[in-house]
């Protein structure tokens, strides 16, 4: 025992009612596994009869492992450890909803649940989105619910009460209140609260008369003019006052009801001024208070008026109610919140049951409580008691055994709000169980000087200021200093650093003010190349660095196993972060730096090739005749045909009528019954993806989509594209994850599976809480701080600190869910929508005041947890932006906090900048951007603890560029040393450092920035290309197949490169309105005019950044950018663009996109849309996709002429069959008719519409060979 310290002693031998207040890194978990070994040999108790519960399965595996491994380590030592060894299996060791479940299996035939339940909230969240459909379309004609859907929004509807509605309030078995019981009981609490609010006014009224009339009797005295000239309102203020005395609160009410009531007219309040008396000035304020509680009164009584369209509402929400239980009892689902109510009701209704649970649990121990809620409190209340306690309520703390219960927890790192967890119960049962109260105050996590530096920081940012209210200080953690360990191990003291951005964007640039327009500055990097990194790129990059100086500086921490100090690795370091909204950036960069990596969370799953490949072979699988998936699978590695290969394939599939998935495996080609190439590496190819397709099959016969994962990943090669490269590591995990997220769904239909997958394809989601095995891979950690909880790094690195703003709680919504007096959910209803118009509710604004202190409160604690995950070194990195620019000091923030809208500290930024200037932003402005961040810091708010402050400066496009490309060649050569070398030289290098605001260059050669995004987003399959998507390794993966690939993606480049270019020269001859002004551009003129050069160009160009990228990753950028070039000069010496320069009155509009209704339905539109996506592979054809019945895609050139307007396509084909774009041309020509185009003359039909005597027509050109073919 002598390793334990006094306080961690008393926890251990504490045999009374406790709670264990134990802060981050005070070895709570060897506390507990010491106090389960002692209890089983002094109290003589077995294992059997001390219950254990954790919050989460990972702690209570941990709490598993640690005693057993204690029994079996000790079990010589003692008898009782011997016999706890022999019978551990016999222990209740688990989550507290693990206990739950066990308790509601026992009882759930009551409640009409059968005992094989599931709790699965994933299901259940489909069930609650199918019946909330079903209830919106049934009650579409329902004039109430259309005003009530009117007046708060559809989508407020649904997240703010049919939502909530499903998933909290429908328990099975009346457990909770009806929606029309809890819509009666407000109402008549606004009633009652109405009556006394109109009493209470008139009692202030006559109080702020009295104080005005002296005052004004005082102002006269001090002044005899104002006599003749009072303040402005004063004595409208009085009179009013005077009829206000007379108002009776019952009687009020009862008129107000009336259809002709209305309301009086309110003065104003008049203006405070300096050298009033101090009598007016209280009155003045008295009035103010008056007159806001005045204005919240005609809302109030429209809520109540609306009585019988609110109980209406609530009757038909009681019905859906009921029809999501029914489906819950039906299918045997049930939440977690669902099992620790019915857990409540089964132990207060079977004494038997109860009293068997009492007397088998002697002890009982519960970690981390703070992370749960009364209604858990309650529970274990109820386990407690004496047997044969059988009330129907539950015992309070001194009706209890006295020496069960031993809660473990702290209130600084209650952090799971969204889970339902209340930090206030475990802050009521410090006080209710006071006697038992123990504190773990050492730290033996982190260095000492890291210790010091909390110390100092968290007293500011939980400090309780004395204008908090006291409701609201319930959601307070408190903090006490913590005591660190002793300094034995001899580490050097940890860095400590902060490196902070500034908002480059609020400053003006050198030598003009922030109003100049910056396209008046002939400098202002017009080239692209002055153009910043966004603000998370920058930020992302800082942080690659910053690690990457660290592993060759061989920064030491503390090997706790060896108890010695080593060089870091990439293993021993943390990336936190409260918001994931750049963790693509901060992937990226680490990628650039060679850095490995692991994900707890993935968030770019959907938007890699894994996905999208995975995804195609999956849906050929269920539907056999998807051009759209058979295009895809012909890119990937599975399948990987030539250029000429795939347009064989998809011309055989559009002349199938029907496709059976067998006959996919047949050998016969002489009649049709698969594809026939003409190449004989795409024979190969089939043959290898037939072998592939069989196994699929037989898979999906087995039902287990998990094993099509691994058929794929394995069978069809993906693994060993992956593992080609040291880079792509991050990718096996990706597979983890899908394939977990395929397993997870394994009782579902594939098709039903292939549906959510294709749903989520190109989103930025976040999948967690997938059970995925990620093996000890070396990386950088990277994840959310709640993920982290629990864990410990020698480095934590916290980033984005200056994002993850939190929302504001709406005051005037549709519902919140509350909870009655026995903590159970109830629905509390906005009444205030007679008009269609939403009004505020008192209830509800008070309870969306409330969520605002807690969420403000939690945000405290999180950055807490987040700062004590580091053992030795700490590193912060924000970005200042308008998230952290309130400008409250905590007094200004307190004295406002009455307004509607309170206004809180949003952002981990936010805080550190109360801890160091004592309110929520940095000071800086235009003239201090260059000082050190320590001397803006005022003196009374330094730390004496060793933290160096660092600022992010800003990098332009260019100076990545070429720090990239040094980057690149030092990560392929794998010189660490040099590499980061480099980097230094590149830090410090003054001429490629900038601290100076370099505004953003405006691109006058294209029309903004919507379409500069627009076009980024048909070019995405080149955004960001991974390692995946860059490669070709596949099912018969051979060199010819990968050069093949390699030569279809950079004909993909070509075609992007040669529109793009086009694009340009066009621009360089038209003026505002699209007229052409400068004909008879050639080639030789084309390169003259756009200053183009054979050297390709690079994201600093005017080149949109995806094409640039995909550019730069090309084997062979030069003969591309050639190629490209060359084609567009082509262009420009051909018959049309020489034709149109000998034209007057001709308009162009190159790279136009368009947006129309789809013409056709039914069979002929799917026909047509796979047609048209399914014909051409060139990019740069801009190909048309149909999304919910709309046409979208991008003309490459439209030509307005007198008495003729042109749709041009341009190809890049090297074997055009001009009739497989027939469809696509038609489509645009329809599209074309309707465009309004600025300059098109009035010419028979409206403005800038053709009219009836102006045709249309169709013309694709061939880029390579001239030729022009009229598509009309």
């Excluded at 690795?569 to 990336?575: P, S, V």
């Excluded at 402005?925 to 933290?947: A, C, H, M, N, V």
Aim: hydrophobic share 35%.
């Amino acid at each position: 025992m002598s390793r334990f310290n006094d306080d961690q002693m008393a926890a251990v031998q504490l045999r009374r009612n406790g709670v264990c207040a134990a802060g981050a890194g005070a070895g709570k978990t060897t506390v507990l596994t010491e106090r389960f070994l002692t209890l089983l040999a002094q109290e003589g108790v077995g294992v059997d009869q001390i219950l254990t519960l954790t919050f989460t399965r990972k702690a209570s595996q941990e709490m598993y492992e640690r005693i057993y491994r204690q029994l079996s380590k000790r079990k010589d030592e003692h008898p009782a450890w011997m016999k706890g060894f022999l019978e551990f299996e016999r222990g209740q060791i688990s989550t507290l909803d693990s206990f739950c479940t066990q308790i509601v299996r026992s009882g759930a035939p009551r409640f009409g649940i059968p005992s094989s339940f599931t709790v699965d909230e994933g299901r259940l969240l489909s069930l609650v989105h199918q019946a909330v459909q079903g209830f919106l379309l049934h009650n579409g004609d329902d004039p109430v619910m259309h005003r009530w859907v009117q007046a708060f929004g559809v989508q407020g509807v649904i997240d703010q009460v049919l939502q909530p509605l499903g998933m909290e309030l429908t328990v099975p078995g009346n457990l909770v209140s009806s929606v029309p019981a809890a819509a009666e009981e407000d109402l008549q609490a606004l009633e009652t609260q109405l009556i006394g609010s109109i009493d209470r006014m008139a009692e202030q009224a006559r109080e702020a008369r009295k104080l005005l009339e002296q005052g004004y009797e005082d102002l006269i005295a001090q002044n005899p003019a104002k006599a003749k000239k009072p303040p402005a309102n004063l004595l409208e203020n009085m009179d009013f006052l005077g009829q206000m005395e007379q108002w009776e609160g019952a009687v009020l009410f009862r008129d107000c009801l009336e259809p002709d009531f209305s309301w009086p007219e309110v003065p104003k309040p008049v203006m405070r001024r300096t050298g009033f008396p101090e009598s007016l000035t209280a009155g003045i304020k008295v009035y103010r208070e008056i007159w806001d509680s005045y204005k919240a009164l005609p809302g109030i009584i429209r809520v109540l008026v609306n009585r019988g369209d609110l109980i209406h509402v609530s009757g038909l929400l009681e019905d859906l109610r009921q029809e999501i239980v029914a489906q819950k009892r039906a299918q045997g689902i049930l939440s977690f919140s669902d099992l620790t109510i019915l857990s409540i009701a089964i132990l207060q209704e079977d004494t038997d049951l109860a009293d068997f649970y009492r007397r088998r649990f002697r002890y009982i121990m519960i970690d981390e409580f703070q992370d749960n809620n009364d209604l858990q409190r309650r529970l274990l209340f109820l386990l407690a008691a004496e047997p044969g306690f059988s009330e129907d309520r539950i015992p309070r703390g001194d009706e209890i055994r006295q020496d069960v219960l031993f809660f473990v927890g702290d209130e600084k790192q209650s952090i799971y709000q969204f889970r339902g967890a209340d930090v206030r119960v475990f802050k009521q049962l410090k006080e209710e169980l006071a006697g038992g109260q123990i504190m773990l105050g050492t730290n033996y996590r982190s260095h000492p000087q890291l210790i010091r530096y909390f110390n100092t920081l968290f007293s500011r940012v939980f400090s309780h200021h004395p204008m908090m209210d006291p409701a609201y200080q319930a959601f307070e953690a408190e903090f006490r200093p913590i005591q660190s360990r002793p300094d034995t191990d001899q580490a050097p003291p940890g860095l400590l650093e902060f490196w902070l951005q500034p908002d480059y964007r609020s400053f003006p640039g050198p030598g003009r003010d922030s109003s100049d327009d910056p396209s008046d500055d002939p400098s202002d990097g017009s080239d692209g190349s002055a153009e910043p990194l966004s603000p998370g790129e920058t930020e992302a990059l800082a942080v690659a660095r910053r690690i990457t100086r660290l592993i060759q500086e061989k920064t030491p921490v503390w090997d706790r196993d060896l108890q010695t100090l080593r060089p870091v690795r990439y293993e021993d370091i943390g990336i936190l972060y409260k918001s994931g909204s750049r963790q693509m950036d901060l992937e990226r960069m680490l990628r650039y730096h060679g850095i490995p990596y692991r994900l707890k969370q993935v968030r770019s799953l959907f938007l890699d090739a894994l996905a999208h490949d995975f995804y195609a072979m999956l849906q050929l699988v269920v539907y056999p005749t998807d051009t759209e998936a058979w295009a895809g699978a012909s890119r990937s590695p599975f399948l990987n045909l030539s250029y000429q290969g795939l347009d064989e394939l998809l011309e055989w599939v559009r002349a199938q009528k029907h496709i059976r998935p067998r006959q996919l495996l047949s050998q016969d080609t002489q009649h049709a019954a698969i594809p026939e190439f003409s190449q004989p590496a795409d024979r190969h190819n089939w043959q290898s993806f037939q072998a592939l397709y069989a196994s699929l099959l037989e898979a999906a016969d087995l039902k287990e989509p998990g094993t099509l994962g691994d058929i794929l990943w394995i069978q069809g090669g993906y693994k060993g594209l992956v593992c080609s490269s040291p880079g792509n590591q991050v990718f096996l995990e990706h597979f983890d994850f899908f394939r977990a997220y395929l397993q997870a769904q394994a009782d579902r239909p594939l098709a039903i599976i292939l549906k959510d997958i294709r749903s989520n394809l190109g989103r930025f989601e976040k999948i967690d809480e997938l059970p995925v095995l990620l093996p000890q891979a070396r990386g950088v950690s990277i994840m959310s701080v709640h993920a982290s909880k629990g864990l410990e790094f020698p480095v934590v690195i916290l980033t984005n600190t200056g994002g993850g703003s939190m929302s504001d709680r709406a005051a005037s919504q549709a519902g919140i869910v509350t909870r009655d007096g026995e903590n159970r959910p109830r629905l509390l209803l906005n009444g205030g929508f007679t008009q269609g118009q939403a009004e505020r509710n008192p209830h509800i604004e008070a309870l969306a005041r409330q969520k605002t202190f807690q969420d403000a409160a939690e945000l405290r604690r999180l950055f807490y947890v987040a700062c004590t995950r580091a053992e030795h070194h700490l590193f912060i990195f924000g970005t200042h932006n308008s998230q952290n620019k309130a400008g409250l000091t905590q007094e200004e923030y307190w004295s406002d906090q009455n307004n509607q809208n309170p206004r809180q500290p949003k952002t981990f930024l936010a805080l550190l900048s109360w801890a160091y200037f004592a309110r929520d932003e940095w000071p800086w402005k235009r003239q201090d951007t260059e000082t050190p961040l320590e001397d803006l810091i005022p003196q009374q708010y330094r730390f004496s603890d060793g933290l160096v402050f660092h600022r992010i400066d800003q990098v332009t496009r260019e100076q990545w560029q070429r720090y990239r490309r040094d980057l690149s060649a030092f990560v392929s050569q794998g010189d660490s040393n040099a590499l980061a070398s480099r980097i230094r030289r590149w830090q410090t290098n003054p001429a490629v450092r900038t601290t100076t605001d370099i505004q953003q260059s405006l691109r006058s050669s294209f029309p903004g920035d919507d379409a500069e995004d627009l076009r980024d987003t048909i070019l995405s399959p080149w955004a960001e290309a991974s390692p995946v998507q860059s490669s070709s390794l596949g099912a018969g993966n051979t060199k010819d197949r990968r050069e093949e690939q390699q030569s279809w993606e950079g004909a993909q480049i070509v075609g992007s490169l040669s529109h793009w270019c086009i694009e340009v020269g066009i621009r360089t001859v038209v003026d505002s309105l699209g007229r052409l002004v400068h004909p008879g551009m050639s080639g030789d003129s084309f390169i003259e005019r756009t200053g183009f050069t054979y050297e390709p160009p690079g994201e600093q160009d005017l080149i949109p950044r995806s094409l640039a990228r995909a550019l730069q990753q090309s084997r062979d950028p030069e003969a591309l950018w050639e190629e490209g070039l060359t084609l567009a000069r082509r262009f420009f010496d051909g018959t049309f663009w020489q034709g149109l320069g000998r034209r007057s009155g001709v308009y162009l509009y190159p790279e136009l996109p368009v947006l129309f209704a789809d013409p056709g339905t039914g069979e002929d539109r799917s026909t047509r849309r796979r047609e048209s996506q399914g014909q051409s592979t060139d990019p740069g054809a801009g190909g048309v996709t149909t999304v919910k019945g709309f046409v979208r895609g991008i003309i490459d050139l439209v030509v307005d002429l007198p008495d003729q307007r042109l749709v041009v396509d341009f190809k890049t084909d090297h074997h055009l069959v001009p009739e497989h774009y027939r469809v696509q041309l038609a489509l645009y020509s329809q599209a074309a008719r309707n465009l309004r185009l600025p300059g098109y003359p009035d010419r028979g039909g409206s403005r800038g519409l053709p009219g009836e005597s102006v045709s249309l027509g169709a013309r694709l050109i061939s880029l390579r060979s001239g030729e022009v073919f009229p598509l009309d």
